[in-house]
């Protein structure tokens, strides 16, 4: 059985048909890289997972349930935006804790999940800052931390290193691939840059 399911997959915009009759199946705990350029349809196949755009035909199952009508609260599921999406009013500590506010947990047991995060994050230095004051690459991090945060059956990441130097970039990919063999995680990246991929 499948991870994650796509069954005939059609999205349009209008007269724009932009994702056609897509088929996947995906493992569980497999770093699934999807590239193509831009304006492909790949930000909206992971708007779709993610329950922020409406599918107009087909099935996404995660381990075998219908994803179609199910609020994005609902679908276990984290995403890294390409522009990090921080809340600019907010410090490190309260970016990623947000998730965390609308499950029944204590402050203390919020307290202690965002500690978490950033130790393995290694920003546990930056928690009191706030995100205009972090550079590229600690955003990124924030951003992946508020993911993990939120213990998702499956991240999706869009073009989450195309905003940061080279070097950076590298860090990040490193991260992420410790971050899957270290917690189980599962990831779907899109990308449009085929040297992050390699």
């Known amino acids: 059985m499948?991870?994650?399911?796509?069954?005939?997959?059609?999205?349009?915009?209008?007269e724009n048909n932009v994702i056609s009759k897509f088929n996947l199946e995906v493992e569980k705990g497999k770093f699934i890289v999807l590239l193509?350029?831009?304006?492909?349809?790949?930000?909206?196949?992971?708007?779709?997972?993610?329950?922020l755009e409406k599918i107009d035909y087909g099935k996404i199952l995660l381990e075998n349930n219908l994803l179609n009508n199910l609020l994005p609260s609902k679908r276990q599921i984290a995403m890294v935006f390409q522009s990090y999406a921080l809340y600019p009013?907010?410090?490190?500590?309260?970016?990623?804790?947000?998730?965390?506010?609308?499950?029944k947990i204590s402050k203390d047991q919020i307290k202690e999940k965002v500690i978490e995060?950033?130790?393995?994050?290694?920003?546990?230095?930056?928690?009191?800052?706030?995100?205009?004051?972090?550079?590229?690459?600690?955003?990124?991090?924030?951003a992946i931390a508020r993911a993990i945060i939120l213990e998702p059956k499956l991240i999706l990441l869009d073009e989450p290193t195309s905003a940061l130097d080279v070097?950076?970039?590298?860090?990040?990919?490193?991260?992420?691939?410790?971050?899957?063999s270290r917690l189980g995680l599962a990831f779907l990246c899109i990308s449009?840059?085929?040297?992050?991929?390699?």
């Not at 499948?2 to 915009?13: G, M, R, V």
């Open 167 to 180: 070097s950076i970039q590298m860090q990040i990919l490193h991260l992420l691939k410790d971050l899957q």
């Open 36 to 51: 193509g350029p831009s304006g492909c349809g790949k930000s909206t196949l992971l708007r779709m997972i993610a329950g």
């Open 192 to 198: 449009h840059d085929l040297k992050v991929i390699r």
């Open 89 to 103: 009013h907010m410090d490190v500590f309260q970016n990623i804790s947000f998730g965390l506010k609308s499950e």
């Open 2 to 14: 499948a991870f994650l399911k796509f069954e005939d997959i059609d999205k349009s915009f209008g």
């Open 117 to 142: 995060a950033a130790k393995i994050l290694k920003i546990e230095d930056l928690l009191d800052r706030r995100p205009k004051e972090l550079s590229g690459g600690q955003r990124q991090r924030v």
